[in-house]
């Protein structure tokens, strides 16, 4: 019987995660968007990567629990 990462783990992984990839695109919306031509406030800015970071969580929750899923099943070895 093999055992997998626990839910509460791969929550907790995925927040990390996508915890530093806020950061990290939040920095690239306010280099990015201006040249676009596009001028968003850092208020604007804060919740359209707070919108995309809730977004990511759940992506990233259901792709690891569906890895853990193979790997339990012998899919992945």
Do not use: C, W
């Not at 306010?30 to 968003?40: A, D, K």
């Amino acid at each position: 019987m093999r055992k997998g990462q626990k839910k509460r783990h791969s929550f907790m992984e995925s927040v990390l995660n996508v915890a530093i990839g806020y950061g990290v695109a939040l920095a690239t919306q306010i280099v990015v968007f201006p040249l676009f031509g596009m001028q968003v406030s850092i208020i604007d800015n804060l919740a359209i990567g707070g919108i995309f970071t809730v977004v990511s969580i759940i992506r990233s929750y259901y792709v690891r629990r569906l890895f853990n899923a193979f790997h339990i099943n012998g899919v992945l070895k």
